[in-house]
């Protein structure tokens, strides 16, 4: 399959994200779904596959963590698109035991408890969504961080064995926003108040002019440390 991504990427890397998107929400229907972290890329995207295809699944997942302006804007959301996201939550027990055994806060205290808490709050969760799909959209985009340079628009995705598309990948913030504005697609406020980049809240914090979009996420760690596990590179 992997081949087969390669091949898919070279067809269509320099096209436009609605293109690509027509493309793929056709060709798998039900098996293929927005992975959305309510952040300001995947807003574009949802906007751009409800206007291709109003019943596409799009789904999010809640870590029990997350900012009260992200739980309104999943309302929001629905409401503005007719929709009712698809909402993943952790299972319970390994919370509870991650927390009896190290505390609420325990992902200051090392990168490997902050990875422990990402795994068991997200990519628990993420898993058992894409056990569902064949292929899965994301918004990642190259110039978010040293971490996501490398980004193709259609990957292999080895570790949940999909088809990865992200037609956002050559997108710029500048790009994102105009989109956003020129289509009135809602938004998190928490973008307004320097928040370019929005995850649980304990683990994310605003940033200032002319920072790196990421650095407010898990701002304690190095940088080449700062992903969750959902994005394997």
């Known amino acids: 399959m992997k081949t087969e991504a390669d091949k898919l990427n070279k067809e269509f890397e320099a096209k436009p994200p609605e293109e ?30 409800l206007k291709i295809n109003p019943r596409a699944r799009i789904f999010t997942i809640d870590t029990g963590r997350l900012f009260p302006e992200t739980y309104s804007l999943i309302d929001k959301t629905n409401m503005t698109y007719g929709i009712r996201m698809e909402v993943y939550f952790p299972e319970n027990k ?106 649980c809240c304990p683990c994310t914090r605003a940033v200032a002019p002319g920072e790196d979009v990421r650095s407010g996420r898990w701002w304690w760690e190095n940088p080449e440390h700062k992903e969750c596990g959902l994005h394997k590179r």
Request: proline letters at 4%; a neutral charge.
């Open 20 to 49: 690509i998107l027509a493309y793929f929400l056709r060709a798998y229907g039900d098996r293929i779904a927005l992975a959305s972290s309510l952040g300001l890329e995947d807003q574009t995207l949802t906007d751009m596959i």
């Open 94 to 199: 390994p919370v509870e035991e991650y927390v009896r055994a190290n505390g609420i806060n325990a992902f200051y205290e090392s990168v490997e408890r902050r990875k422990a808490c990402c795994r068991i709050r997200k990519i628990e969760p993420l898993t058992r969504a894409l056990s569902t799909l064949d292929a899965w959209i994301c918004g990642l985009r190259q110039e978010q961080s040293v971490t996501r340079t490398g980004i193709q628009t259609v990957e292999w995705d080895e570790t949940n064995r999909l088809i990865k598309i992200n037609p956002l990948a050559r997108f710029s913030e500048q790009d994102v926003w105009e989109y956003v504005k020129a289509n009135h697609a809602p938004y998190n406020v928490l973008h307004d108040r320097g928040f370019p980049s929005i995850g």
